[in-house]
C-alpha cells in the first residue's frame, strides 16, 4: 500500500516550508502543510513540548517527525515503537502544541522536524 508520506512527497511542484502553504483539497476543504523546526529532544523521558503557532487549525489530517540520532548514525521517524526502548518515541500534535515524549532511556534527537497537514476553520 501507498502511505500518505509517499503521497505528499510525491505531489509534483510541491515545496514544502516552514510557512504554510495550500497543498490541495481534502473532501471540499483546501489542505495546508507546515514544516515545524523543533530542534532538539533531549536524552531520556523529559521530551519536549512545542508552541507551533498554527491559529486557525479545525482539523489534523496527518502528522509525522523526523530527527537525528547521533548514536546511531540514523534519522528516527516520529513517532516510533521499536523493540529496543532506547528508540522509542511517542508524538501528539493538538491544535497548539506539537509533544514529543520518549522512554526511560530514550536517546537524544538533534534537528528534529515535524509535518503538519490541518484544514483552517478560516477560508483566505
Request: proline letters at 2%; hydrophobic letters at 35%; glycine letters at 8%.
Amino acid at each position: 500500500t501507498i502511505g500518505i508520506s509517499n503521497l505528499i512527497y510525491s505531489i509534483p511542484g510541491l515545496n514544502l516550508s516552514t510557512t504554510a502553504a495550500k497543498i490541495g483539497k481534502y473532501i471540499n476543504e483546501d489542505l495546508y502543510a507546515v514544516i515545524i523546526d523543533c530542534g532538539n529532544v533531549d536524552a531520556g523521558t523529559g521530551g519536549k513540548t512545542i508552541t507551533h503557532n498554527i491559529s486557525d487549525i479545525r482539523e489534523i489530517m496527518f502528522y509525522s517527525g523526523i530527527g537525528y540520532n547521533s548514536s546511531d548514525s540514523a534519522f528516527n521517524i516520529l513517532p516510533r515503537v521499536d523493540n529496543d526502548i532506547t528508540y522509542q518515541r511517542s508524538m501528539r500534535v493538538s491544535t497548539t502544541n506539537i509533544v514529543i515524549g520518549g522512554a526511560v532511556n530514550a536517546q537524544a534527537l538533534t534537528n528534529v522536524k515535524v509535518i503538519i497537514l490541518y484544514t483552517k476553520t478560516t477560508t483566505p
